[in-house]
């Protein structure tokens, strides 16, 4: 039976460190995931059901001028998008010790190496990190994992990151 125990519990920690069920735990700067904040997920699905139910209610079982019909297409397809975008594996940031992986749609893609990144440029709560003139990758300070990111740059020393100057522009940005 200990065995059995065993056998289960290795399987679920190989599990959670391949899946990367716990993402970002403690001050982990070797291992990141920035992701898209769950809130966006349940703001579309909040707005897909308000919109749908407008235009349900806009029809009332008539005929509704086209003008009405693309307007609350647009925004239902919005509503769509951000929940999409939600999902794991979408879109997501990984550093793994010094290589940095972008996953769209479940495909990982290697965009660069910590090491070689030479500067960062945050500005309206977007960070935007550079190897030479060439944009490696841009993220929000709304994301999930954005401030251990922010700290590994700033342990680099990357030029123009500074978890400060990010919490600064936080701050700013919510007022």
């Given at each position: ?9 290795r399987?679920a920690?190989?599990h ?8 970002n735990?403690?001050?982990n700067?070797?291992h ?15 707005g897909?059901i ?7 209610f806009a ?8 003008l ?21 594996g979408v879109w997501?940031?990984?550093v ?9 749609f479940?495909?990982k ?6 090491s070689t ?6 500005k309206?709560g ?5 190897e ?5 990758f ?10 251990l990111l922010?700290?590994?740059l ?6 123009g990151?500074?978890?400060?100057e990010?919490?600064?522009q ?6």
């Amino acid at each position: 039976m200990q065995y059995v125990t065993e056998e289960v519990t290795r399987d679920a920690m190989n599990h959670i460190s391949q899946n990367g069920s716990s993402h970002n735990e403690g001050d982990n700067l070797q291992h990141i995931h920035v992701t898209q904040p769950r809130g966006m997920m349940i703001l579309g699905i909040a707005g897909l059901i308000f919109f749908l139910a407008c235009w349900y209610f806009a029809a009332g079982g008539e005929d509704t001028p086209l003008l009405i019909d693309f307007i609350f297409g647009i925004l239902v397809g919005l509503c769509i998008v951000c929940i999409v975008g939600c999902l794991p594996g979408v879109w997501e940031l990984e550093v793994d010790d010094d290589d940095i992986y972008s996953i769209r749609f479940k495909k990982k893609k290697a965009i660069g190496k910590i090491s070689t990144l030479t500067s960062a440029k945050m500005k309206n709560g977007n960070l935007t990190a550079y190897e030479g003139d060439r944009k490696v990758f841009r993220t929000e300070d709304s994301c999930i994992g954005y401030e251990l990111l922010v700290k590994r740059l700033e342990k680099e020393h990357v030029k123009g990151a500074s978890l400060r100057e990010a919490k600064k522009q936080a701050k700013r940005y919510q007022d």
